[in-house]
């Protein structure tokens, strides 16, 4: 699935601007991925502790693979108007598929694996899958789009999708330890109580929000742009992956360096570290570095830091999320680990819908070479406000205190 992922940020704004479509509607169309993905990450999150969950990957498996192959048969669509209907439907429906997909999948881990850090090692395993998958998707969508054109790469990656997903699903997953479904496991934790109940939920989510959010701010303009460094897609391609290599690297970090003592200092320098490096998403014009090939390799080291940064903190904030979430709902972790995965797909989706229309604003305004900063300026802003409200917290002192003792 998220071998695909990359390849509409990397093929469509061109197709698009073949078709006259503007920034702005362009930002719509990415942004039905999200609109999509939001409801059905809620929905999913009712459904599969009623529901045979080989059978729900099933069939969003189907629609994932339907809706990438849409995406493809965008390139036979001339009228601007049509182009945009069927593209915006396109991602809404490859967003429903993703943001069931990815909870459902989750979801096996605190089924199989109950101990909170087991959780967090096992979490990231899955994160390095779907980079790994990004990693590999990018430069295999540009090699078949500049050997056999622009629709032949939806049809092959989406048929891939189809298949394997299916082989993968029927074959493997029929395990009755896995899906075996008790009565009283047959619930869910109620949405208000869990997300409002505690100031630290709610200042943990905004984190994971704004930390998701370089991610994907720059996906309409960052082709466009990197177009100006270099006419080759596969360097382009390359480059934008380092986020995804940055992610894979975090998991080993959290799996080598993760202590409960140094638990806040990794979150502090893992923030610290992505604001400074947003300024070298252009990199910002005040560097004065006007060398191509200088400005194409100091981006990649950019997106590398900022995706080990993302990937540390989605841990780390997870496993925070797991024992906040134990502390209201006591003997619920399995639920609450679910739960906890849904408020990161939520973040995943929100920072979706709403960074594009950013990232296009300032690209239209400030450039697409200010975007980074400009960003850099609000998420510091935040930061600033979390450790004061959150970093002092009594809990996380006792519970340090408690291990040292």
Same mark, same amino acid.
């Given at each position: 699935?998220?071998?695909?992922?990359?390849?509409?940020?990397?093929?469509?704004?061109?197709?698009?601007?073949?078709?006259? #479509?503007?920034?702005?509607?362009?930002?719509?169309?990415?942004?039905?991925?999200?609109?999509?993905?939001?409801?059905?990450?809620?929905? #999913?999150?009712?459904?599969?502790?009623?529901?045979?969950? +080989?059978?729900?990957?099933?069939?969003?498996?189907?629609?994932?693979?339907?809706?990438?192959?849409?995406?493809?048969?965008?390139?036979?669509?001339?009228?601007?108007?049509?182009?945009?209907?069927?593209?915006?439907?396109?991602?809404?429906?490859?967003?429903?598929?993703?943001?069931?997909?990815?909870?459902?999948?989750?979801?096996?881990?605190?089924?199989?694996?109950?101990?909170?850090?087991?959780? =967090?090692?096992?979490?990231?395993?899955?994160?390095?899958?779907?980079?790994?998958?990004?990693?590999?998707?990018?430069?295999?969508?540009?090699?078949?789009?500049?050997?056999?054109?622009?629709?032949?790469?939806?049809?092959?990656?989406?048929?891939?999708?189809?298949?394997?997903?299916?082989?993968? #699903?029927?074959?493997?997953?029929?395990? +009755?330890?896995?899906?075996?479904?008790?009565?009283?496991?047959?619930?869910?934790?109620?949405?208000?109580?869990?997300?409002?109940?505690?100031?630290?939920?709610?200042?943990?989510?905004?984190?994971?929000?704004?930390?998701?959010?370089?991610?994907?701010?720059?996906?309409?303009?960052? @082709?466009?742009? =990197?177009?100006?460094?270099?006419?080759?897609?596969?360097?382009?391609?390359?480059?934008?992956?380092?986020?995804?290599?940055?992610?894979?690297?975090?998991?080993?970090?959290?799996?080598?360096?993760?202590?409960?003592?140094?638990?806040?200092? $990794?979150?502090?320098?893992?923030?610290?570290?992505?604001? $400074?490096?947003?300024?070298?998403?252009?990199?910002?014009?005040?560097?004065?570095?006007?060398?191509?090939?200088?400005?194409?390799?100091?981006?990649?080291?950019?997106?590398?830091?900022?995706?080990?940064? #993302?990937?540390?903190?989605?841990?780390?904030?997870?496993?925070?999320?797991?024992?906040?979430?134990?502390?209201?709902?006591?003997?619920?972790?399995?639920?609450?680990?679910?739960?906890?995965?849904?408020?990161?797909?939520?973040?995943?989706?929100?920072? @979706?819908?709403?960074?594009?229309?950013?990232?296009?604003?300032?690209?239209?305004? =400030?450039?697409?070479?200010?975007?980074?900063?400009?960003?850099?300026?609000?998420?510091?802003?935040?930061?600033?406000?979390?450790?004061?409200?959150?970093?002092? +917290?009594?809990?996380?002192?006792?519970?340090? +205190?408690?291990?040292?003792?």
């Amino acid at each position: 699935v998220f071998s695909a992922y990359s390849t509409p940020i990397l093929l469509l704004p061109s197709l698009a601007a073949d078709r006259s #479509i503007s920034s702005i509607c362009l930002a719509i169309i990415f942004s039905a991925f999200p609109i999509g993905a939001f409801p059905a990450s809620i929905a #999913i999150g009712k459904l599969m502790r009623f529901y045979h969950k +080989d059978k729900l990957l099933l069939f969003f498996n189907i629609v994932s693979s339907l809706s990438r192959f849409s995406i493809g048969l965008l390139y036979f669509i001339e009228d601007s108007t049509w182009f945009l209907v069927v593209a915006f439907i396109a991602r809404f429906f490859t967003g429903v598929a993703e943001g069931a997909l990815i909870p459902i999948t989750y979801s096996f881990i605190p089924d199989m694996f109950p101990e909170t850090e087991d959780m =967090m090692v096992k979490f990231g395993i899955l994160e390095t899958s779907g980079s790994v998958g990004v990693i590999l998707g990018a430069p295999l969508s540009s090699l078949i789009y500049e050997q056999l054109g622009y629709f032949p790469v939806f049809a092959i990656m989406s048929s891939t999708n189809l298949i394997v997903g299916m082989i993968i #699903i029927i074959v493997f997953l029929k395990s +009755d330890n896995i899906l075996s479904f008790k009565k009283e496991d047959k619930k869910s934790l109620p949405i208000k109580e869990a997300l409002f109940s505690n100031k630290s939920i709610l200042l943990n989510f905004f984190f994971l929000f704004i930390f998701f959010f370089p991610n994907f701010m720059i996906q309409t303009g960052y @082709q466009t742009y =990197m177009e100006t460094l270099t006419t080759s897609l596969y360097v382009s391609a390359g480059i934008y992956s380092l986020i995804l290599v940055g992610m894979v690297a975090g998991v080993f970090i959290i799996k080598k360096c993760y202590s409960q003592k140094f638990e806040r200092k $990794m979150m502090f320098f893992s923030g610290m570290s992505a604001i $400074m490096a947003l300024t070298f998403y252009g990199p910002d014009p005040l560097f004065g570095i006007t060398n191509s090939t200088a400005e194409i390799i100091i981006i990649g080291i950019s997106f590398f830091v900022v995706g080990v940064a #993302i990937e540390v903190i989605f841990l780390i904030i997870t496993k925070i999320l797991i024992n906040e979430l134990g502390e209201i709902f006591p003997g619920e972790k399995e639920l609450c680990a679910d739960f906890a995965n849904g408020l990161f797909v939520g973040c995943f989706t929100l920072d @979706q819908f709403v960074a594009p229309y950013f990232g296009s604003f300032i690209n239209d305004y =400030m450039g697409y070479e200010r975007t980074g900063t400009f960003f850099a300026l609000i998420a510091s802003f935040y930061f600033s406000a979390y450790w004061k409200f959150e970093a002092k +917290d009594k809990k996380y002192t006792t519970m340090v +205190d408690e291990i040292e003792n």
